[in-house]
């Protein structure tokens, strides 16, 4: 399929990025808008966008203007006659597309291949609106598309195999990363992110969290670019919106429709950063700098109770990594396990990570000995009598949660805040185990605790305000970044990233797309560190079962019941890279 001589219609944002990305490649584009104005501003968005990149070293003034000269723009659908290819980005509404392409298949001749950058709509739907719809196929960008490798390359029923495999060969020639699937809403990325999405502007709808503590929360607990309300204030809330509604219509998927706070401030014209107002406010519109960054907390810091030592319950790898953290920090630690043997093992591992650290240079030899000096083992809850705060880190079992939290509520001092560091069980659950349920509380470290900042401080509705106060500083002296949330299933990272990792696998099951397919969308596409089934392999298959029967049972949404493929996986054993087989076989076990 030789293909010279290429179409765009709509010059937005995506469709200027998409001609720029054409013309890059040394192909000649007739770009197209509905009027002078339009296309005023699609060229003003290319010549933008290469400004940026001479600026930036990435493009010379010569390929500049040699890249300027290979568009041409115009306000006339039969400029297109002779193209080899065309490619549509105007809004995203069906009726818009299907009209546009009526008026193509008239003038285009017959063997040039058209394509949709839609994000959501059916490309079946639009195809049919002409006479050639076995030549028809989305072929969806990302934005910025200059920038953004991935292409979804969406084959219809009737889509022709030949047109599939040319296409494919089209976007690797523009130096993109296609993915090939079929005709459903969302695709991949926008099926998987836009659920993500959702499910965090109800949680600020309902005031489980601050918009920061939520965005901090996916940044520093799971090493996203972006929280996911900065992400829809870049998208567009209108944008958001559309996507939502397109696949809720079609997937029927309640956690696909759109949360009324969305269509709240769109109506009040608060749609990102376009507009200069979203969930953020921006110093103008279209300028990423948050003008109002922090919102007041709620946190009297004044009211925390003075924390000099600490207690750790527990000899596992969290349990380890939190005592480093403490140590390092200057607290004196008194580690509790449940046999010597257990305790020396415990010790050996914060002996070991620190090695590593200075090994790393990122701590000097005399402040890793200091550091473990200050780590005392003890197999005695009794030992625990006299620390400030005490961390639970023991299996993720509430009965053993239960017996630990009685057993300290007999010995911790009057005032000695008590904390456990469970991943999705209820904490009240440990605060009514004791006769203090006020200062009782969750303090959820990631692993591994050395290296991860974020810690969510997890209220019960019978903790005191000055026990939130004592945990936030206790984060901040121990280096974190604390993010306040309720006392319910997941928290705040666990509850959006599980039915995220849940529909990837239900994607996987249905076999609409490959695990390798799903995760190079995820990470070309999205930017994330690492794709749905990489991850679910890191953390564990059975943990990530156990986590999403407790979000379901809590919740009882439909859509977070986990997926039967992953149930299978974990009978058989399969669990990921610590038995070296998961969703991927590995050359050895973890």
């Not at 695709?187 to 709808?205: D, P």
Request: glycine letters at 8%; one cysteine or more; charged letters at 20%.
């Amino acid at each position: 399929m030789l293909i010279r001589r290429v179409g765009v219609v709509g010059l937005g944002t995506m469709g200027s990025g998409i001609a720029e990305v054409l013309a890059r490649c040394g192909l000649d584009v007739v770009g197209v808008e509905v009027d002078d104005a339009g296309v005023a501003r699609g060229r003003g968005h290319i010549e933008h966008s290469t400004g940026r990149a001479v600026a930036g070293g990435k493009l010379d003034l010569e390929s500049r203007a040699a890249l300027l000269d290979r568009i041409a723009c115009t306000t006339t659908l039969t400029d297109l006659a002779d193209v080899d290819f065309v490619i549509e980005a105007v809004p995203e509404n069906l009726d818009l597309k299907a009209e546009v392409f009526a008026q193509l298949d008239k003038i285009v001749r017959p063997e040039a291949i058209f394509a949709s950058n839609t994000s959501s709509l059916s490309v079946t739907e639009i195809g049919v609106h002409t006479a050639r719809p076995g030549r028809v196929v989305g072929m969806h960008f990302f934005n910025p598309a200059p920038v953004l490798r991935l292409v979804e390359i969406v084959r219809t029923v009737v889509t022709e195999p030949d047109v599939i495999s040319g296409v494919v060969a089209f976007a690797e020639r523009l130096g993109k990363t296609p993915v090939v699937i079929g005709d459903r809403a969302g695709f991949i990325a926008n099926a998987l992110l836009f659920g993500y999405l959702n499910h965090a502007v109800g949680m600020v709808e309902h005031r489980y969290a601050t918009r920061e503590d939520l965005d901090a929360a996916m940044r520093f607990g799971c090493g996203y670019p972006m929280g996911p309300l900065a992400l829809l204030d870049l998208i567009g809330l209108d944008t958001a919106y559309e996507i939502l509604d397109s696949m809720y219509h079609q997937s029927r998927d309640r956690r696909h429709a759109p949360v009324p706070l969305l269509k709240q401030m769109i109506t009040a014209g608060m749609l990102g950063r376009k507009t200069g107002r979203g969930f953020y406010t921006y110093e103008a519109p279209d300028s990423p700098v948050v003008s109002d960054p922090h919102s007041t907390s709620t946190v009297d810091l004044s009211a925390a109770r003075p924390v000099r030592s600490v207690g750790v319950v527990g000899t596992g790898t969290m349990a380890a990594g939190i005592t480093e953290v403490f140590a390092r920090k200057g607290y004196d630690v008194v580690l509790r396990a449940r046999s010597p043997e257990r305790a020396e093992t415990a010790v050996a591992a914060v002996r070991r990570s620190l090695g590593r650290a200075v090994r790393k240079g990122k701590l000097s030899e005399s402040d890793a000995v200091t550091a473990l000096a200050r780590v005392v083992p003890v197999t005695d809850f009794a030992a625990l009598s006299e620390v400030d705060l005490v961390v639970e880190a023991v299996v993720e079992r509430a009965d053993v949660k239960r017996e630990v939290f009685a057993a300290l509520d007999a010995v911790a001092r009057p005032g000695a805040v008590l904390a456990t560091t469970t991943s999705s069980l209820p904490v009240v659950d440990c605060a009514a185990a004791t006769t203090r349920p006020a200062d009782v509380l969750g303090l959820h470290f990631f692993n591994p605790a050395p290296v991860m900042r974020l810690v969510e401080v997890v209220a019960t509705i019978a903790t005191a305000p000055d026990v939130v106060a004592t945990a936030h500083a206790v984060c901040v002296a121990a280096g974190k970044h604390p993010v306040h949330c309720s006392d319910r299933a997941g928290f705040i990272v666990n509850a959006l990233l599980f039915p995220y990792l849940n529909d990837a696998v239900k994607m996987l099951e249905a076999h609409y797309a490959n695990a390798d397919d799903i995760d190079t969308a995820m990470k070309v596409g999205c930017g994330l560190p690492m794709g749905p089934f990489e991850l679910l392999d890191v953390v564990g298959l059975d943990v990530s079962l156990a986590i999403e029967r407790t979000l379901y049972q809590e919740f009882r949404e439909a859509g977070f019941a986990p997926a039967p493929l992953l149930e299978h996986l974990v009978t058989a054993g399969r669990l990921g890279r610590k038995t070296g087989k998961g969703f991927r076989d590995y050359t050895s076990p973890a």
